[in-house]
């Protein structure tokens, strides 16, 4: 909002300087023509936002809306090894799709695979955020805020909320929130 301000601020001040020399100073028509310019770039930017600055504050209220978008997969570097897309779903099974089951965050091709249930943990979107649930897992889930060094073992069947910036540890395999 403030780009925005400005822009609009820079704007009129480019116009008035340009009333003024078309008045006083009518030679000088370069100076004229720049200023009228100045005006008109300026007015846009203050229209239309600044590129990818309204971008950036679109994403930026975005992630202050407490609302993850994708899962990421990374590695023990922190590596991006693949992304899941949240967009349009209700509920992702997080687990080893061993054939007879059909899980929507497929762990099984992971280096920790071995510790990972078949049905490991569970994502679930209600009132506006998503949770992460223990399905009763032998290896367990962990979850550590964006923010906090610290990870906290979940509690089967007691939902955890996630937020952007939030990893969650299924046995030793580490997602992000993004």
Known sequence: MRLRLFDWIIALVSLALCVLMFVYWREQIWLISLAGVLAVFFFTLGCLGRGKYAVLRAAEKEQASGRAKSIVLLNEEGRELATWDLFGRTSLVIGRDVGENQVDINLGDVTYAGLIDIEHAVLNYAGEHWYVEDLHSENGVKVQKR??????????????????????????????AR
């Open 147 to 176: 923010g906090d060094g610290r990870q906290y073992k979940l509690a089967p069947d007691k939902p955890c909320r996630i937020e952007p910036g939030d990893a969650i540890f299924i046995a030793n395999t580490k997602l992000r």
